[in-house]
């Protein structure tokens, strides 16, 4: 059986990652904060009963990895990691939304870096044994906002510096590990409708995750380091 990691598996594309999985084969160790409090995880769990394993988990302590490392290298590897879990600057209180020029500020743009982007890193770094013992992939949910070429407006400070680091650090990530048979992933997931979304998006988060799984599952080390659509279609940097 297949095994697979999700961070932010509580809700949103990540819930709906972890939905997916199930239903192709795939035991997944979704990860939350309070995934004891997550009821659409809960539900999933006891609908499937043995498929999840739910851990706790804060992607900006990393050191809480260690169990979800040990149960994996007991399983024989690791061969899909998501990261997906992220923020927005709805997540923070107006001056540390640092949306608009005037009024920013370091600690809003700082913690969106650290959860959007170094998170994934050190949690990636985390699991490379696990995921090298099974020539794993590693799928990062990035943004369209992370393009450096498609930013045509102002504002958004944090939350587009965020993904772009992502970008950068996948793209690092997918040289330093395809010597080991891992390939990294970048997918812009579109305009979802998700907390973070909001409901007039078009995609649902099951339309979004559905096409970047059979994205992956397509994908050999050749594509590493890439950026993609949702659909798994090349998008510009």
């Known amino acids: 059986m297949p095994i697979a990691a999700v961070t ?4 949103g594309l990540g819930l709906a990652f972890t939905r997916h999985l199930v239903d192709r084969g795939y035991h997944v160790f979704a990860t939350a904060r309070r995934p004891e ?30 169990e979800l490392r040990l149960q994996l290298t007991k399983r024989g590897g690791l061969d899909l990691l998501v990261n997906n879990a ?7 209180p107006g001056p540390q939304r640092n949306v608009r020029l005037g009024s920013l500020e370091p600690t809003g743009i700082l913690k969106m ?22 020539g794993g992939k590693v799928l990062l949910v990035s943004s ?30 997918a040289f330093d590990l395809k010597p080991r048979g891992v390939g990294v ?36 080390l050749e594509a590493t380091g890439g950026f993609y659509d949702h659909d798994g279609s090349p998008h510009g940097w």
């Open 8 to 11: 932010g598996a509580s809700r």
């Open 37 to 66: 409090t997550a009821e659409g995880l809960q539900a999933l769990m006891a609908e499937h009963p043995g498929a999840v394993t739910a851990l706790p988990l804060d992607v900006t302590r990393p050191e809480g990895l260690e």
């Open 86 to 92: 992220g923020v927005n600057s709805a997540a923070f």
């Open 113 to 134: 870096v650290e959860v959007n982007a170094v998170a994934p890193l050190l949690i990636t770094q985390a699991l490379v044994e696990p995921l090298a013992a099974a």
């Open 144 to 173: 369209w906002l992370g393009s450096i070429g498609g930013k045509t407006t102002g504002g958004n400070y944090g939350y587009c510096a965020s993904k772009t680091t992502l970008n950068m650090l996948g793209r690092a990530l």
């Open 185 to 220: 992933y970048l997918f812009n997931p579109g305009w979802v409708q998700t907390d973070m979304g909001g409901g007039k998006a078009p995609l649902t988060p099951a339309a979004s995750s559905a096409g970047m799984l059979d994205a992956i599952a397509g994908f050999d």
